[in-house]
C-alpha cells in the first residue's frame, strides 16, 4: 500500500481564490510528521508547513495551512489568496518515527496551475 | 537564505564518466543527510541515507557501488554516480536537517545528463 497518496495530479485554481491540495497517509506509528513542500519549474524543493502526529492544532504558515485530520488519516494543504507563482509541483511527505535520521516518503505530487 | 547547498547544478558528460556532486550544509551541522533521484514528473526516490563518519545505508535496488556516497564531515556529503549511462540521467537531490525534530531543508539539485 502505498504509505503518502495525492490523488489529485493536476489542479488548477483562479488567482485570489483558495485551493485545497489533498494528501492521505498510511503509517502504524504514533509518533510521525506529515511536510508539505513547493517544487516549481527550475526544481528546488522549498518547505512549506509541518503537521506533528501530537499536534493538535492545524498549523498555518502564512497562506498555508494544514488540514490535518488525524482519524481519517488525511493531511490536505489549503492555499489562500492563490497567486500566480503558486504554480508549481506540490509533494505531501512523511516522517515516521521521531528524529532528524528518520527519511521522507514522498507522494506522488500534484501539479498547481493558478490562472488569471 | 539557502541552508543547504548543493554543487554543481548541472552536468552533462560523456557515458563512462564519474560525477561528483557535493552537499553542503551551511551554517549548521548534520549527522545525517539524505539523498533522492527524481525522473520527470515522478516523485522524489530516496536513494539512500548519508551517515557522517560511517557507511551510508542505502534503500532497496540502489547500487551502492554505482552511488558512492561519503559523508567525511559534519556539512559535507558527496555523491559519487560512476562510470556513468544514459540511464543514469536525472535530477538528483540532496537533503538536510537542523535536527530536533525540523523539517529536511534541499539543495537546489543536480541535473545530470549522460550523452
Known amino acids: 500500500a502505498q504509505k503518502i497518496t495525492q490523488t489529485q495530479p493536476g489542479m488548477f485554481v483562479q488567482e485570489k481564490e483558495a485551493v485545497t491540495l489533498d494528501c492521505t497517509y498510511d503509517?502504524?506509528?504514533?509518533?510521525?510528521?506529515l511536510f508539505w513542500y513547493k517544487q516549481p519549474s527550475s526544481g528546488e524543493m522549498i518547505f512549506l508547513i509541518y503537521?506533528?502526529?501530537?499536534?493538535?492544532q492545524n498549523a498555518t504558515e502564512g497562506r498555508y495551512s494544514l488540514n490535518f485530520q488525524k482519524a481519517r488519516k488525511s493531511a490536505n494543504l489549503v492555499i489562500s489568496a492563490s497567486q500566480l507563482g503558486d504554480s508549481a509541483m506540490y509533494f505531501c511527505?512523511?516522517?515516521?518515527?521521531?528524529?532528524?535520521?528518520?527519511?521522507?516518503?514522498f507522494g506522488t505530487g500534484t501539479r498547481l496551475q493558478v490562472m488569471l | 537564505g539557502a541552508v543547504v547547498s548543493q554543487h554543481p547544478s548541472r552536468v552533462i558528460c560523456k557515458s563512462g564518466t564519474s560525477v561528483k556532486i557535493e552537499c553542503r550544509s551551511l551554517?549548521?551541522?548534520?549527522?545525517?543527510m539524505f539523498w533522492y533521484r527524481q525522473f520527470p514528473k515522478q516523485s522524489l526516490m530516496l536513494m539512500a541515507t548519508?551517515?557522517?563518519?560511517?557507511?551510508?545505508?542505502?534503500e532497496q535496488g540502489v547500487e551502492k557501488d554505482k552511488f558512492l556516497i561519503n559523508h567525511a564531515s559534519l556539512t559535507l556529503s558527496t555523491l559519487t554516480v560512476t562510470s556513468a549511462h544514459p540511464e543514469d540521467s536525472s535530477f538528483y537531490i540532496c537533503?538536510?536537517?537542523f535536527g530536533g525534530g525540523q523539517p529536511q531543508h534541499f539543495g537546489d539539485g543536480t541535473r545530470l545528463s549522460i550523452l
Open positions: 537533503s538536510a536537517s
Open positions: 503509517t502504524s506509528d504514533q509518533s510521525y510528521g
Open positions: 503537521q506533528g502526529s501530537y499536534d493538535e
Open positions: 551554517d549548521f551541522q548534520a549527522t545525517t
Open positions: 511527505a512523511m516522517r515516521e518515527g521521531g528524529g532528524t535520521a528518520s527519511k521522507l516518503t
Open positions: 548519508s551517515n557522517e563518519g560511517s557507511k551510508a545505508t542505502y
